[in-house]
Nanobody, 120 residues
Framework: EVQLVESGGGLVQPGGSLRLSCAAS????????MSWVRQVPGKGLEWVAS??????????AYVDSAKGRFTIWRDNAQNSLYLEMNSLKPEDTAMYYC???????????RGQGTQVTVSS
C-alpha cells in the first residue's frame, strides 16, 4: 500500500524557517518524481516544488514564489522527501502535502498534509 506521511509544519513568524518531511512507504521514492503542493481553504492545490527521480538526475523545480527560499530534496536511504522553507511569508500559510507526481496531478498519491502558518 502506498503511503505518504508529512510532518514538520507549525506556527512560525514571518522570516522564520521550517523543514517539512514526508515519509514514504509501499514504494521506492527514487523511482518517481515527487512534489510538494499546498492548499488554502477555498482554493485549489498549488504546486510548490518537484524533484525528478534518480533516472532524471534529481533535478528540482520551483514555483517562482519559492525560488531562492525553498529547497526540495530526497533521502533515498530514508525513503523520504523534504522541503526546507526559509524567509517564510504570511502568504506561505497553507496545508502542505507531498505527492507522488510531477506537479499537481489529480489522483496522484498524496499524504494527509501538515499545516504551515506564518504569522506574527
Amino acid at each position: 500500500e502506498v503511503q505518504l506521511v508529512e510532518s514538520g509544519g507549525g506556527l512560525v513568524q514571518p522570516g522564520g524557517s521550517l523543514r517539512l518531511s514526508c515519509a514514504a512507504s509501499g514504494f521506492t521514492i527514487n523511482a518517481y518524481p515527487m512534489s510538494w503542493v499546498r492548499q488554502v481553504p477555498g482554493k485549489g492545490l498549488e504546486w510548490v516544488a518537484s524533484i525528478h527521480g534518480d533516472d532524471h538526475g534529481r533535478i528540482p523545480a520551483y514555483v517562482d514564489s519559492a525560488k531562492g527560499r525553498f529547497t526540495i530534496w530526497r533521502d533515498n536511504a530514508q525513503n523520504s522527501l523534504y522541503l526546507e522553507m526559509n524567509s517564510l511569508k504570511p502568504e506561505d500559510t497553507a496545508m502542505y502535502y507531498c505527492a507522488r507526481s510531477w506537479g499537481v496531478r489529480l489522483g496522484a498519491p498524496r499524504g494527509q498534509g501538515t499545516q504551515v502558518t506564518v504569522s506574527s
